[in-house]
T-cell receptor, first 114, second 111 residues
């Protein structure tokens, strides 16, 4: 079945450590996104990518980095520069022009600080 | 800064009643509008999408769009306890890949 897979489901970060969240899709979608969600809040855009080897900063990119070396994969690294990383991270994909722009979401990664 | 605003709630309605959720947006160039439902600890799932002024119905759900007033609403008829969730409004500006989400409205349907 097609879909988006995020891993791990839960992740713990020590102070000063970089951690990487995985996002893989087999939907053949061109666009991929990373969102951050804090308790009781909506989704805030971190980074998005329209095509392979290209990505743009969202509203809260500071302290995060991404890569898009393959169409299927869009990993997010939370660097030590991100001082408040505890949040629920959601990866999504879409195929503009198809299914009217519907966003498909992964199941999310809960990141906490030790 | 392009914004999407929602009342955070909680909005409490009795079982069987109509729940009305509202959303306003600031960017007049917005072309596509979406309502997502999110249960606690889960990822959002699409309920409705709407692209032109007027109403769009799908089962118990009706989305309403008024571009002149820059608002979009979601009506849930015959509300059920299983509808209790946070409802997120999302807006996509034409020619971009960037979706802007509201903070969500928490709905509680009382049995």
């Amino acid at each position: 079945d097609g879909g988006i897979t995020q891993s791990p489901k839960y992740l713990f970060r020590k102070e000063g450590q970089n951690v990487t969240l995985s996002c893989e899709q087999n939907l053949n979608h061109d666009a991929m996104y990373w969102y951050r969600q804090d308790p009781g809040q909506g989704l805030r855009l971190i980074y998005y990518s329209q095509i392979v080897n290209d990505f743009q900063k969202g509203d809260i990119a500071e302290g995060y980095s991404v890569s898009r070396e393959k169409k299927e994969s869009f990993p997010l690294t939370v660097t030590s520069a991100q001082k408040n990383p505890t949040a629920f991270y959601l990866c999504a994909s879409s195929k503009p022009g198809s299914e009217a722009g519907k966003l498909f979401f992964g199941s999310g990664t809960q990141l906490s600080v030790l | 800064q392009k914004e999407v605003e929602q009342n955070s709630g909680p909005l409490s309605v009795p079982e069987g009643a109509i729940a009305s959720l509202n959303c306003t947006y600031s960017d007049r160039g917005s072309q596509s509008f979406f309502w997502y439902r999110q249960y606690s600890g889960k990822s959002p799932e699409l309920i409705m999408s709407i692209y032109s002024n007027g109403d769009k119905e799908d089962g118990r759900f009706t989305a309403q769009l008024n571009k002149a007033s820059q608002y979009v609403s979601l009506l849930i008829r015959d509300s059920q306890p299983s509808d209790s969730a946070t409802y997120l409004c999302a807006v996509l500006t034409s020619g971009t890949y960037k979706y802007i989400f509201g903070t969500g409205t928490r709905l509680k349907v009382l049995a």
